[in-house]
């Protein structure tokens, strides 16, 4: 096909880039490790962990691994926050030749299950505030052995008196739990150094598990990530080594000109506040920022926007990768004006559409333009982006990125003309091999020329920029007219006094469906807006039957572990 988008590319952005640079990640940590050894590569409260010791870590925590009984493509899971174990747990797992699972920490017990079940996980790294809930599936799991972690395990023997503080609030809220069998984290770690001395069979002191003879491949599976059930049940998309390897290259190029705006010799810094469980985390932050040589500073919750702020206030950095929710959050705050912005370059936005009126008023507050990129679980995440040296918010979610095809298609899988909706249709590096033990699903997913079925509604102009209508699953049918939930919250956040809102379908006798509408006030005390003067707004930019039949105030609205407004529990609300 034609890409015409290429005309639009910045300067120095190729077309294509040699995806099969590395043939694992396994290859690119080590070249990683090797070429910055010396360099920061985690900071978390006051403590710096260096590449070097990275590896040094995830070289003895592969070795127990091994000296377990793992065998190459067994499922590890990781279910912790943005800790600095995560890295080298994630590190030891993809260079011994294993899977990992992220799985989210804050999983009730039945989505815990039925996460490690289906993937058939044979060992889990958990952070012990979340024993209690394993300790509830335990017995019913084909797990063989479980490491348990503690939040300070890797911060050193001594600490700040503001660390101590941390770390003892955090043991106060780890609730009892019983796991019979586990081992510390911090006990593997020294056993896999014992190990190391001997000469394992997949790791001895100068050798990574990369450069033996159960080295992955790029067709070796690194990764199950698991989709976030917004729209049914939660299934893992099947990340090869050769698929996010590819991602990681498109994204450096993508993001090249950003790069070159800092100084010479500079290390690059990026918030890490995204967690890394989640495939924006995990690909577009932790491992694009190794490949790079770039320092992640970890935010474990980026909830609690007061201690977000306060660690940004601390040091200089020059990337923040967010979704929406966040950089409302950072930019209302009255704490973001204490924050030095000055070394900002790239505002990445992605997970879910970035609202324009959050767009302005991060603009106000950091001076950065957000740049939003579109990307998904099944891709690697990262499919579009609009040029990183772009000094405003377009509204669009950009270009494709080299080595990517991408186009419009109507629900019989025809291309449709530039400036028509449908159905967004991916093809390249980065798409992945299925979902999980589940043929058919991966079937339904792809098209026959092998393009995967994103289930986002989309429009591409004519200059290849796309545009995010909304999911397709999250239509409202009104009397066979098609309202789409994006455009209706984006004109509600406009009036003032909304915080946030959703709209969702709602059974209609006589048009099959209509628009309930949940809004949230930033001020409940004010009681503005009314509904009436919702009602009235809606009445004055929306057609008949875009404007909500029903109109409710609500408290804040479930989302997903990276802010997303989860639609389908809205809709099953009565």
């Not at 930019?331 to 767009?359: E, I, K, N």
């Not at 299925?434 to 058919?440: A, E, F, L, T």
Request: charged letters at 20%; a neutral charge.
């Amino acid at each position: 096909m034609e890409k015409i988008w290429l005309r639009q590319y910045p300067a120095g952005v190729p077309a294509e880039v040699a995806s099969d640079r590395y043939p694992s990640l396994a290859a690119l940590l080590d070249d990683a490790f090797e070429r910055y050894r010396d360099r920061v590569a985690y900071r978390y409260l006051g403590r710096e962990l260096r590449y070097g010791e990275v590896d040094q870590l995830a070289q003895a925590f592969a070795a127990w691994l091994l000296s377990t009984g793992l065998q190459r493509g067994d499922r590890v899971a990781i279910m912790l926050p943005n800790l600095p174990q995560y890295p080298v747990a994630a590190a030891a797992i993809l260079r011994a030749g294993l899977v990992v699972v992220n799985v989210n920490p804050l999983y009730t017990a039945r989505e815990l299950e039925h996460q490690l079940r289906d993937s058939g996980a044979r060992a889990i790294v958990v952070l012990e505030n979340f024993g209690a809930t394993l300790q509830q599936v335990l017995e019913s799991l084909p797990l063989r052995q479980v490491v348990v972690a503690a939040a300070g395990d890797l911060l050193g023997p001594v600490r700040g008196r503001l660390v101590n503080h941390v770390v003892r609030h955090v043991r106060k809220q780890v609730p009892a739990f019983e796991l019979p069998g586990s081992l510390r984290f911090a006990d593997a770690i020294a056993a896999g150094r014992r190990l190391l001395p001997t000469g394992s069979p997949a790791v001895t002191p100068t050798v990574s598990p990369a450069a033996g003879p159960g080295a992955p491949g790029p067709d070796d599976i690194a990764l199950l990530q698991y989709t976030g059930g917004t729209t049914g049940t939660s299934k893992g998309a099947v990340l090869l080594h050769r698929h996010l390897v590819a991602n990681v290259l498109q994204s450096q190029a993508w993001y090249e000109p950003a790069l070159a705006r800092l100084a010479p010799g500079e290390q690059p810094v990026t918030v890490c506040a995204l967690p890394l469980y989640h495939i924006f985390g995990f690909s577009s932050v932790m491992l694009l920022a190794a490949h790079g040589g770039g320092c992640c500073i970890l935010i474990p919750d980026a909830r609690d926007t007061d201690a977000l702020l306060r660690t940004l206030r601390r040091q200089r950095f020059h990337a923040l990768p967010a979704v929406n929710t966040l950089f409302d959050a950072i930019a209302r705050h009255p704490d973001a004006a204490r924050v030095d912005w000055s070394g900002l370059r790239l505002s990445l936005g992605g997970g879910m559409a970035v609202q324009p009126a959050t767009a302005q008023r991060w603009f106000e507050a950091t001076g950065c333009p957000i740049c939003e990129g579109y990307g998904l679980s099944e891709t690697s995440p990262s499919v579009a982006c609009n040029p990183v040296d772009a000094t405003a918010f377009s509204g669009s979610v950009g270009l494709p990125l080299p080595n990517t095809e991408v186009k419009i298609i109507d629900d019989e899988g025809r291309e449709v003309e530039a400036g028509n909706a449908g159905e967004i249709a991916i093809r390249g590096p980065q798409v992945m091999a299925g979902y999980w033990q589940r043929p058919d699903e991966t079937a339904r997913a792809m098209t026959a020329d092998g393009y995967l079925r994103s289930g986002d509604i989309g429009i591409q102009d004519e200059h290849g920029a796309l545009r995010i209508v909304d999911r397709k699953k999250d239509m409202i049918l009104v009397g066979g007219f098609k309202v789409y939930p994006n455009e209706i919250e984006e004109l509600v956040t406009r009036l003032p006094g909304v915080l946030e809102c959703a709209a969702v379908a709602v059974a209609d006798g006589a048009a099959g469906e209509a628009v309930r509408l949940i809004v949230v006030r930033s001020d409940e005390s004010s009681g503005r807006p009314t509904e009436g003067e919702v009602r009235e707004h809606c009445a004055t930019f929306l057609t008949g039957y875009k404007r909500p039949r029903r109109v409710e105030f609500s408290g804040p609205l479930p989302k997903s572990p990276v802010g997303k407004i989860l639609r389908r529990e809205l809709r099953d609300r009565p």
